[in-house]
């Protein structure tokens, strides 16, 4: 049975810092590209980051460029998120997927797995 589990959300104030992280298991997690997205209530979901199976190439939407860092562990069956200088437009429901696809410099493919997701709320 494939799961991805979500965690690290929470409250933060604006500058603020997180890691999310999210753990897989059911299915092979090298062969994996791995990413995160977010929602917001109202808005479409939208592609944060990804990394790359093989050599981990990561790829970031330009919101968060520079701020936040995707890497993955294969060892741990685990991909991270570090947020850093959060804004209060970061708020929202990070999920984590993942999907066979090859996704190089892309966030533009299937993702066929998905996670339950983790709040995070940036607020002074």
């Known amino acids: 049975q494939v799961q991805l589990v979500e965690s690290g959300g929470g409250l933060v104030r604006p500058g603020g810092s997180l890691r999310l992280s999210c753990v897989a298991s059911?299915?092979?997690?090298?062969?994996?590209?791995m990413s995160w997205h977010r929602q917001v209530p109202g808005k479409e979901r939208e592609g944060v980051a990804s990394?790359?199976?093989?050599?981990?190439?990561?790829y970031y939407a330009d919101s968060v460029k520079g701020r936040f860092a995707i890497s993955r562990d294969s060892a741990k069956t685990t991909v991270y998120l570090q947020m850093n200088n959060l804004k209060s437009e970061d708020t929202g429901v990070y999920y984590c997927?993942?999907?066979?696809?090859?996704?190089?410099?892309?966030?533009?493919?299937?993702?066929?797995?998905w996670g339950q997701g983790t709040q995070v709320t940036i607020s002074s």
């Open positions: 059911g299915f092979t997690f090298s062969t994996h590209a």
């Open positions: 990394i790359s199976q093989g050599n981990g190439f990561p």
């Open positions: 997927a993942g999907t066979e696809a090859i996704a190089i410099g892309t966030m533009g493919v299937p993702w066929t797995y």
